[in-house]
């Protein structure tokens, strides 16, 4: 059995920062030795030398392509850029082709990532107009979640019809996990933009056509649709300041839940950036003014926001290439969420041991993820090591097929070391030390 020992570390987890002795045995954390705790302001302090372990990201919002659309990324490409990043367990998202909304193609997709996946995976089931009935056979222990788009998306995955809609909150069993925009509301912006600015209007217009309007009125709609079925709803890349009263405590007695979950593009940008990133920023839902996205930061630390994610999305250089219709939306996240993340930490916006709440623990708790999410002795020993070391990101240190990233140029101030999967080391010192995915393992639920 592989044993390692991490001497004299500082370990995040559970609230607070220790300093310690860890040992992991096969895939698990065996043995925690604390020496001390230290304060929260003590993160200010850590030399470039000291190592600082935190469990590894679980990222509950990724695209990997695969399969259908593995020219831009697959499960290989996509998870190894994860593992690269400090992020051991993914929940891929069902918009592939073909679309993972029958049991036998999410059977499929489960098969793929036995042989292809290099950290550990889960699918979420795409609901549709038509496949409400599917949902109370899926298996709570294997799928996540229910993933509905409730705005424009990919071909026959928009529940659009009023009867389906209520369908498929009355018999999912399982959290949904809704993509919040408004369909009618994004048609008629678009019609009176390429009235204006032609066939293809420059991005700069992308936060007024898939608006502020539109994801309010989505989002509001389905916190109420979950009030009155009773279920547990996440919403998606929340975009704007108005959407995060919905999380607000339901009234006593009511068994219905809204999370909210603040996706990298809309922490990080907001519209002022589209003239100097352009196409690179285009993502739905659109990233919107700067007080949406200071809102946002500043709910990371007063409840409002439960979880942090990527809404990873891989395209090719040329598919970002035109305007509002023809640029295609979404931006590859996954290898830079940590850091991109950590930078906030330096900047005050959040402290440490609240972002490893938001991107490891609570992710672990929506979800009922089981024996992940925390560094605890027993738990699997999902581990990324980090140190201060100021570095600049190049083309070069991209593993995403698509090769790009709008974060190019970006001067951060940790840098991921080592990661560890299931207590094997699979990153170490910017490369990817394992050569198959022995190690990796479908997520456990615990329901």
Request: proline share 5%.
């Amino acid at each position: 059995m592989q044993k390692t020992v991490f001497k004299d570390v500082i370990y995040v987890s559970d609230g607070r920062l220790f300093r310690a002795d860890l040992t992991v045995e096969g895939e698990y954390v065996t043995l925690i030795h604390d020496r001390e705790e230290l304060p929260a302001s003590a993160v200010e302090d850590i030399p470039r030398t000291q190592d600082v372990l935190l469990p590894g990201v679980i990222d509950t919002h990724v695209h990997t392509r695969e399969p259908g659309l593995t020219h831009k990324g697959d499960l290989t490409t996509e998870t190894r850029a994860a593992a690269a990043g400090g992020v051991t367990s993914i929940m891929d998202m069902p918009n592939v082709v073909p679309q993972t909304t029958t049991l036998d193609t999410l059977r499929d997709r489960f098969a793929l990532a036995r042989e292809h996946a290099y950290v550990n995976y889960s699918f979420l089931f795409g609901a549709t107009n038509t496949n409400a009935a599917t949902l109370p056979q899926l298996d709570p222990r294997c799928v996540p979640a229910v993933k509905l788009f409730m705005g424009s998306s990919t071909g026959g995955m928009l529940v659009d019809h009023g009867d389906a809609l209520h369908d498929v909150f009355r018999l999912a069993r399982l959290p949904i996990v809704a993509h919040c925009e408004d369909s009618a509301i994004i048609s008629e912006n678009m019609r009176r933009a390429r009235a204006e600015y032609g066939d293809d209007p420059d991005v700069a217009h992308h936060s007024e056509i898939r608006s502020r309007e539109a994801c309010i009125r989505s989002s509001r709609l389905a916190a109420e649709m979950a009030r009155q079925y009773g279920r547990h709803l996440h919403i998606a890349h929340v975009s704007t300041a108005e959407e995060l009263s919905l999380a607000a405590e339901t009234a006593p007695g009511h068994t219905s839940r809204v999370t909210l979950e603040a996706c990298l593009p809309h922490l990080l940008f907001c519209d002022d950036d589209y003239a100097r990133l352009g196409t690179c920023i285009k993502c739905n839902p659109a990233v919107k003014t700067r007080a949406d996205r200071d809102a946002l930061r500043r709910a990371l630390t007063d409840g409002s926001i439960a979880s942090i994610a990527t809404d990873h999305a891989p395209h090719l250089p040329d598919e970002k290439r035109g305007g509002c219709v023809r640029a295609a939306s979404g931006i590859p996240m996954v290898q830079y969420s940590l850091v991109a993340m950590l930078g906030l930490v330096d900047d005050g916006v959040l402290s440490l041991p609240r972002l490893v709440e938001l991107m490891c623990h609570a992710p672990a708790q929506l979800f009922d993820i089981d024996g992940r999410g925390f560094i605890r002795e027993g738990m699997k020993a999902d581990i990324v090591l980090l140190r201060r070391e100021p570095w600049t990101l190049t083309k070069d240190d991209i593993v995403s097929r698509c090769g790009w990233s709008p974060l190019e140029g970006r001067t951060f101030g940790w840098k991921v070391c080592r990661t560890y999967c299931n207590g094997r080391l699979v990153f170490d010192g910017g490369r990817l030390t394992a050569d198959d995915n022995a190690h990796a393992r479908q997520l456990a639920f615990d329901r």
